[in-house]
Every structure is written in C-alpha cells, then in structure tokens.
T-cell receptor
Framework: DQQVKQNSPSLSVQEGRISILNCDYT??????FLWYKKYPAEGPTFLIS?????DKNEDGRFTVFLNKSAKHLSLHIVPSQPGDSAVYFC??????????FGQGTTLQVKP | DTGVSQNPRHKITKRGQNVTFRCDPI?????LYWYRQTLGQGPEFLTY????????KSRLLSDRFSAERPKGSFSTLEIQRTEQGDSAMYLC???????????FGSGTRLTVV
C-alpha cells in the first residue's frame, strides 16, 4: 500500500530553468508534508515542508504547493542549478512523527 | 555535536550471521527513528523510540530484527540470521519531540552475501 507516490523516476532540466517535482498521496489524515534531498552515500537532508492547512510555502528558490482536493503536492525549484542534481523524496506524516516516503525522483540539472 | 552518527558505514556479512548497527542521535533529541532503504525506493519506516521507550514497530521488522535504546541515548539495531533480502541501507534519524524535518545520519550499508 503505497500511500505516497512519486510517479516520475527521473527529471532532466537545463540550468536556469524551472524544475517541477510531483507527488501524490492517498491518506487524507496526513497533516504535514516534507521534501528531502539525497546525495549518493549520504542520508536524506530536509529541504522544505508545508502544513496541510496551507497551500503554498516558499523558501528562496524552493516553493512547495499543496492541492488537498487532488491529494497532490509539487516542489518547484527556480532557477535550477547543477548543484540541485540529487534524488528528491516527498514524505508525509500524521501527528505520530513517523514519515511515509515516496519512491524518489532523480533530478539532473544540465549546465 | 556533529549531527546523527551511524556506525559502521558499510558492513558485508555472510548469510546467517548476526549484525549490529549503532546510531548516536543529536544529543538533545528525544526521538530516534530507524528506516531501511533499498535501491530505487524511498526510506521505509522500521521503528522509533521516544527516549528509551520503543513506541512503534513496522510489520517490516520481523522477529529477526531487534532495536534498543538504553537510557534514551544511542540506539542499536540487530539483525539475526541475516538473509540476502536484508541487504539495504539502514538509516537512523532523530528529532526533538514531534518536530518535523528530522535529521538523518549517513546510514549503514549492509550487504549480505
């Protein structure tokens, strides 16, 4: 039962353009959503989050959008930089603090 | 405090052997989580502790797996009678209470041959 899904295994964009990573979820009880970034041989690093009571959260080049009716969230990176190349995981949680992760999307930003 | 520390970074073991991993969380964090990640998948929840109490265990955690967190500080994850399907990256994370965005360690990569 995959409660959090990232249907695109990979994404390639040119430097300076926008990267859009998508995530869908099935459990309406999730109250917080997070994005993590992972480089090879390292643990995931927290990037940005959004509460279920909001529809947008912005932090510098990173913006997360939440559409509760569609059970969909997306991460926008503008402008994309080669250093953004990594695996991005979407995650969701209830008030237990346990995170449920998606399968990840590998982003490649080409110079 | 340099973050969440996991040891060893890599472990190769023969099938049927027991292995133990250690996680040292950020010192003021009272919650500690174990996750497992296989190739092409996101991290999967295994178990978590609040202080020394183990509050939840995933059904992924078979009876060959045991985790402890004595005195609410470091934690160990032991796998008995390892199988090839146990090969994965084992990740530890810690947080303060139920704060979101917890800090992960670099993981222990287990290879069972």
């Amino acid at each position: 039962d995959q409660q959090v899904k990232q249907n695109s295994p990979s994404l390639s964009v040119q430097e300076g353009r926008i990267s859009i990573l998508n995530c869908d979820y099935t459990n309406s009880m999730f109250d917080y959503f997070l994005w993590y970034k992972k480089y090879p041989a390292e643990g995931p690093t927290f990037l940005i989050s959004i509460s279920s009571i909001k529809d947008k959260n912005e932090d510098g080049r990173f913006t997360v959008f939440l559409n509760k009716s569609a059970k969909h969230l997306s991460l926008h990176i503008v402008p994309s930089q080669p250093g953004d190349s990594a695996v991005y995981f979407c995650a969701a949680t209830t008030n237990t603090g346990k995170l449920i992760f998606g399968q990840g999307t590998t982003l490649q930003v080409k110079p | 405090d340099t973050g969440v520390s996991q040891n060893p970074r890599h472990k190769i073991t023969k099938r049927g052997q027991n292995v133990t991993f250690r996680c040292d969380p950020i010192s003021e964090h009272n919650r500690l989580y174990w996750y497992r990640q296989t190739l092409g998948q996101g991290p999967e929840f295994l178990t978590y502790f609040q202080n020394e109490a183990q509050l939840e265990k995933s059904r992924l955690l078979s009876d060959r797996f045991s985790a402890e967190r004595p005195k609410g500080s470091f934690s160990t994850l032991e796998i008995q009678r390892t199988e090839q399907g146990d090969s994965a990256m084992y990740l530890c994370a810690s947080s303060l209470d139920q704060s979101y965005g917890y800090t992960f360690g670099s993981g222990t990569r287990l290879t069972v041959v």
